[in-house]
Nanobody
Framework: QVHLVQSGGGSVQAEESLTLSCVAS???????????MAWFRRAPEQEREFVAG????????YYSDSVKGRFTISRLDAEKTVTLQMNNLKSADTAVYYC?????????????????WGQGTQVTVSS
């Protein structure tokens, strides 16, 4: 079983920045570098949506159009950590954010492509 533990988040004003982190652990985590990692979010009364993803090995990154240019996803395999740096935050970014891991290594934009999930972290942006 792989466990993902998130940290970061909170409440900020519009145009400010926040950083989310997610650390992986567990007996099923033989090679963290082989997992694709991603961040999703769920706003009130909306479905969970893809925010950003980073593939295994190549480290190729992918972003939703709504965050491209403002958010940056990165990973540090030696520490089994993935980070989401969020700049120039907007009220529309208010949501619960989730990190996710896909053991198949490729980034999926659908939540069905991920087997493991973090506990969720609230991000609130006030305008």
């Amino acid at each position: 079983q792989v466990h993902l533990v998130q940290s970061g988040g909170g409440s900020v004003q519009a145009e400010e920045s926040l950083t989310l982190s997610c650390v992986a652990s567990g007996g099923g985590l033989h090679t963290y570098g082989a997992y694709a990692m991603a961040w999703f979010r769920r706003a009130p009364e909306q479905e969970r949506e893809f925010v950003a993803g980073i593939s295994a090995w190549s480290g190729a990154t992918y972003y939703s159009d709504s965050v491209k240019g403002r958010f940056t996803i990165s990973r540090l395999d030696a520490e089994k950590t993935v980070t989401l740096q969020m700049n120039n935050l907007k009220s529309a970014d208010t949501a619960v954010y989730y990190c996710a891991a896909n053991r198949d290594g490729d980034t999926q934009r659908s939540e069905r492509g991920y087997q493991y999930w973090g506990q969720g972290t609230q991000v609130t942006v006030s305008s």
